[in-house]
């Protein structure tokens, strides 16, 4: 999908990033893709002295679940290109050591789901379908959730509503204020 957004900018270089990050299972990157997990819905990244790991629930990869169904496609496209973008930064991390803001990088993962949403949208235009709103599950008892894009939203839309999200979510409750560090992942990843 990466294709569909010019070479150069800023779009295609995030999902970008987040598809070579992930590589391909055994090309020997030292990253390890796994399915399951405690959330059949969820995915995470795990990054430590160890190298990365990242699981993608059981939900996303059922054979059962017909790719074609756009619900399903576009929450196995979504859940990888945030993984992805959490791998790249994982990588720059193991190589640098340098601090990141949880904050921050889960801005970056959700803007590029967010990429690769838009991008999912224009392929489902061809088949006259959607637009689709991405929205997210807060993970909260009332099972509420925020829309992080919408048909027509600017970029600073998208980023005021992943702002929200991360605030809203019992998940996360960042705020750029958060000191809270991504790497190395604290045993519940994100
Ligand atoms: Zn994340």
Do not use: C
Request: proline share 3%.
């Amino acid at each position: 999908m990466r294709d569909r957004y010019k070479v150069g900018s800023a779009e295609y270089g995030r999902i970008n990033d987040a598809l070579k990050a992930l590589g391909h299972n055994g090309d020997g990157n030292g990253v390890v893709v796994t399915v399951g997990g405690d959330d059949p819905n969820g995915s995470t990244t795990e990054v430590n002295d160890k190298g990365i790991t990242v699981t993608f629930g059981r939900n996303l990869l059922d054979a059962r679940r017909d790719i074609k169904d756009s619900q399903a496609a576009s929450d196995l496209t979504g859940a990888v290109a945030h993984e992805g973008s959490h791998v790249s930064k994982g990588q720059v991390w193991l190589k640098d050591r340098k601090e990141q803001k949880t904050f921050d990088v889960e801005v970056l993962a959700y803007t590029t789901q967010v990429d690769m949403h838009r991008q999912f949208n224009s392929m489902m235009r061809e088949q006259g379908k959607g637009p689709y709103e991405l929205e997210m599950l807060n993970g909260d008892r009332e099972g509420s959730t925020t829309v992080i894009y919408s048909q027509g939203w600017s970029e600073v839309d998208v980023r005021t509503a992943i702002g929200t999200f991360l605030e809203r979510s019992p998940k996360y409750r960042l705020t750029p204020q958060s000191k809270d560090l991504a790497f190395p992942t604290k045993k519940k990843g994100k």
